[in-house]
C-alpha cells in the first residue's frame, strides 16, 4: 500500500500560478504511474493529469494542457503539478493518485487507481 499526502493548494487570483507537490510513503513509488485529478462541488472527480514511472510519458486533459505540466522526482518520491494561467474553472480539489498496474488506455480513469491522497483545495478567484 501506498500513502499519499498533497500540499500547495490555496487561493490564487486568476491568471496566478500554483504549484502542487504529492509525497509518497510505502511501496515503491517508482513502479507507480502517478495520476492528478480533481473534483469541484457538485461534480464528478475528473482527470487532470499523469505521469509513468519512468517520468517519460505524460498525459493530461485537454482543457490543462499547455498551462499544467506533471512531474515527478523518484528521489523524492515526490510527484508535483505546476499549474500556470490558473482559470476560475480550475478551482476544485485536487487529489493525487497512485496504479502500479495501469495502462495506457485507462489511465484516466478514476477506477484504476488504487491509492489516493486527501486532497487540496484550489481557489481561484476572478
Known amino acids: 500500500q501506498v500513502q499519499l499526502v498533497e500540499s500547495g493548494g490555496g487561493l490564487v487570483q486568476a491568471g496566478g500560478s500554483l504549484r502542487l507537490s504529492c509525497a509518497a510513503s510505502?511501496?515503491?513509488?517508482?513502479?507507480?504511474?502517478m495520476g492528478w485529478f480533481r473534483q469541484a462541488p457538485g461534480k464528478e472527480r475528473e482527470f487532470v493529469a499523469a505521469?509513468?514511472?519512468?517520468?517519460?510519458?505524460?498525459f493530461s486533459t485537454d482543457s490543462v494542457r499547455g498551462r499544467f505540466t506533471i512531474s515527478r522526482d523518484n528521489a523524492k518520491n515526490t510527484v508535483y503539478l505546476q499549474m500556470n494561467s490558473l482559470k476560475p474553472e480550475d478551482t476544485a480539489v485536487y487529489y493525487c493518485?497512485?496504479?502500479?498496474?495501469?495502462?495506457?488506455?485507462?489511465?484516466?480513469?478514476?477506477?484504476?487507481?488504487?491509492?489516493w491522497g486527501q486532497g487540496t483545495q484550489v481557489t481561484v478567484s476572478s
Open positions: 493518485a497512485a496504479s502500479a498496474r495501469i495502462t495506457i488506455a485507462t489511465i484516466r480513469q478514476v477506477k484504476e487507481y488504487d491509492a
Open positions: 510505502g511501496r515503491t513509488f517508482s513502479s507507480n504511474t
Open positions: 505521469i509513468r514511472w519512468s517520468g517519460s510519458s505524460t
